[in-house]
Structures are given as C-alpha cells and as structure tokens.
C-alpha cells in the first residue's frame, strides 16, 4: 500500500528493446500480471510488483542488464559483481570510484565519473550518450536511480540528492522524476547526473555480504521502488497517511492540522514546507489514495465499495469520480482489465508450481556461487 505506482510510460519504455530484438512482449506482460491492453492509457499506472516482475523477466528474456536498450548488451552478473567489489570499500567514496572503474573495464559500456567541486558538492556523471534509441531517456533514469539507491543501501540512508540533471527535454511524465530523486529536476543540462554535498563521500559503508545476497535476491524491487526514509517533508506525511489506511477497518484519513500536530509544525508551516518540495497535502493524500485503490484493484479480492469505504469515501460515487480523475477509467474497468493477466498468472502457477522450489533470483542478478 505504501508503495508508489508507476506511469504507464515506464512501461512501454521497458519494452521496447524487447521489441527491438524481435521478442513477444504480450507472455512477458501477463506474467507481470500486466493487461497488455493498458499500455495504451496515458494515464494508466501499475504497481511495483507488476514492474518488478516485468523487468526480470525482460532481463532473462533479452539476456541483457540494460534491457536491450544500451549502445552494448550488459551482460547478466555484470551488476551483481560490481556490488560484490564494493563491499570491501571503508566508504562511500571509494565505493563509487570503484564502480566507475568497474564499468570502465567494459569496451561500450556506460562511461561514468564522480567529480568534488571546490564548493564542496559531489556530482556523479554519466558521460556516455545513452539515448541512441526514442527511449534513452528511460535508460538514463534507471542508470541514475539504481546508482542513487545502490549509494544509499550502502551507507545504510538516503543519500540527500541537491538536484538531478539530464540532457534531454522534459518527458510528458516529468512530474514523475519528483518521486523518482526527491530533489528539484534539470531538463536540458549540460550533462546527465546529480549532485549531492561532497561530505557524504566520507560515510562508511555498512553492509556485508548477507545483506548484499539478501538485497540481490530481492532485486530489482529494492531498487527500482523508493523507501521512505524520511529525509523529507513529504516522506513523513506521506508515511503518516499511508500507516492511517493500514490500521484497517473504515478508515479516515486524518486532515492536515492533524498531521501538522504529529509533525509538532504549524499547520501554516507545513503548508509552506511541501510547498518548497513542490506538492501539497492534497497532492500526497490523492497519490496515497490513488497507489492503495490501484493495488487492491489489480490484486482483485477486495470489493470495490469495501475499497471506497478504507479510502475513506463517504459515498462510492466520490471515489468513482476520484479514480476516473487519476486513471481516465472506472475501478470496475479497471479490475476487469487486470482480470486476464491475473488468471493467466494463477494458471501458470498451478502448472509450474513444486513443493520443492528454491525462492526466486532474478535472472542478471545472481550471488555468484549460489543457486538459483
């Protein structure tokens, strides 16, 4: 439920390379769960899970990392291998150093550095032109967030971006790289990557080789979706509305005098920080509402006036007219849509299921020496 959605676009974006190279996207969809029909809603969104499980299946099916997008295949191992030569770093600094001459070892691969400022900024850089196709500038996003979420889960917290750049115009889901970074957003920069204040270099790094398997294992969720760290205004509103829906039952969301008073801020206050973080309450509590209706819909157990009613709808007509407002589609359509790719996912499992099976590993992002 905590768990932000992600625009269609994402999606069609992940596909293309499949595409490219002649591959069948519609069995990797339904067994992302993913109604091939709703790539062609603008406004349609899909949850974490389904993109997760979309790109780990495009990974194994295009045997690729980059997803058949980059100027070179990636090979699979490639990223898992680089965070292995990591750990052993004191900190962060040398653990990114590390990475750039890592990636440098590989004839085509992405050219990136990190540069310190005499002002005392850190900016990582990726150099190499990675929009040779419509759909670069996906590529350019998933490199520049993996980089920022695999910095974070190092140093074991949110690594505080000051902002993000990227060379290309602004996209028609632009408003998406707000959650993307959590820091204001350049279009048509000089170059693509972020800056951050250089001091963090000097963190240690705190993981071990248990938590990389563990975070391995997980991969990609773990780095393609944003914790919360509350390093935010937003974040810790954001958290507050979404712990209000998971104390079950009819819920009602509390209003913004009351999360001000948790947050021990004027009411004014508050108002005036999310507006420096470029959103609103009421932007936060229709994104919360929105990423919670979007998820049970397509889990599909849920009845939809039980669903209004959590959300805290008073009447099932408001939340119809909510939720045509943030998907261009009614909840029963949107159910409906999901329906196919949710049996064809259960047939599978039926078929396929044993007692014995090993939990999962994403294809590109084994444990070297593990099973998988």
Sequence with gaps: MSRVTIAVQHVRAALSGARRLGIDTVPLLQAARIPPLLLGDDRARVTPEQFTRLITGLQRATRDEFLGLGPVPSRPGTFA??????????????????????????????????????????????????????????LSECVLVVWHRLSSWLIGRRLPLRWAGFVYPAPVYAREYDVLFGCPVRFRAPSTGAGWDARWLSAPVVQDEAALRDML?????????????????????????VRALRAGGPARLPELTEVAARLSVSPATLRR???????????????VRRDAAITSLVAGREPITELA??????????????????????????????????????????????????PYHPPGLEVPGQQS
């Design 273 to 287: 920080r999310l507006q420096e973080e470029e959103t609103s309450y009421q932007q936060l509590k229709d994104a």
């Design 309 to 358: 009613v959590r959300l805290g709808y008073s009447e099932d007509t408001a939340f119809h007219r909510a939720f045509r407002r943030w998907t261009g589609t009614t909840p029963g359509a949107y159910r409906l849509r999901a329906a196919p790719a949710r049996s064809a996912r259960s047939a599978r499992t039926a078929r396929t299921a044993r007692p014995s099976e090993s």
């Design 217 to 241: 294992r997980r991969a990609p969720a773990d780095l393609i979706s944003r914790p919360a760290y509350g390093t935010t205004v937003a974040e810790h509103v954001r958290h507050t509305l």
């Design 81 to 138: 291998m680089l965070c292995h030569t990591c750990l052993g770093c004191p900190d962060l600094g040398a653990a990114l150093d590390r990475a750039v001459r890592f990636y440098g070892l590989f004839p085509g691969g992405p050219e990136m550095a990190v540069e310190t400022s005499a002002e005392g900024e850190a900016v990582f850089r990726i150099r190499t032109d990675l929009c040779a196709y419509e759909e670069g500038p996906f």
